[in-house]
C-alpha cells in the first residue's frame, strides 16, 4: 500500500505565493514519478506538473515560470513552489504518484484559493 499525504494550501491574494508538499509512505519502492494535479468544481482533473526520480519535469503551460516542482527522494516529498497566482488557480490540487501494474495513488486533495 502507498498512501500520499498532502500539505500547504490555504488562502492567498492574487499575485502571491504558497507551497504544497506531498509525502509518500508505504511501498515506496514501487514509486518513481510524482506530481500534482488540480480540478475545479464540475471538470476533470487536470495535471499541472509531474517530477520523475531522476528530477525530469513534465509541466503544464498554465504554470510554467509561475509554478516550480522538485522532489526530495531521501525524504520521499515533491514540493510544489506557486508564484504569481492567479484567481485561476483556485481549485483543490491532489497529489498523484503511478505505482507498478498501472495503480495509480492519490493524496485527499488540498484548496488553494487566490483571492483578495
Known amino acids: 500500500q502507498v498512501q500520499l499525504v498532502e500539505s500547504g494550501g490555504g488562502l492567498v491574494q492574487p499575485g502571491g505565493s504558497l507551497g504544497l508538499s506531498c509525502t509518500v509512505s508505504?511501498?515506496?519502492?514501487?514509486?518513481?514519478?510524482m506530481g500534482w494535479y488540480r480540478q475545479a468544481p464540475g471538470k476533470e482533473r487536470d495535471v499541472v506538473a509531474t517530477i520523475n526520480i531522476s528530477g525530469n519535469l513534465v509541466e503544464d503551460d498554465s504554470v510554467k515560470g509561475r509554478f516550480t516542482l522538485s522532489r526530495d527522494n531521501t525524504r520521499r516529498t515533491v514540493f510544489l513552489q506557486m508564484n504569481n497566482l492567479k484567481p485561476a488557480d483556485t481549485v483543490v490540487y491532489f497529489c498523484?504518484?503511478?505505482?507498478?501494474?498501472?495503480?495509480?495513488?492519490w493524496g485527499k486533495g488540498t484548496a488553494v484559493t487566490v483571492a483578495h
Open positions: 498523484y504518484a503511478p505505482g507498478l501494474y498501472g495503480s495509480q495513488y
Open positions: 508505504g511501498d515506496t519502492f514501487t514509486i518513481y514519478n
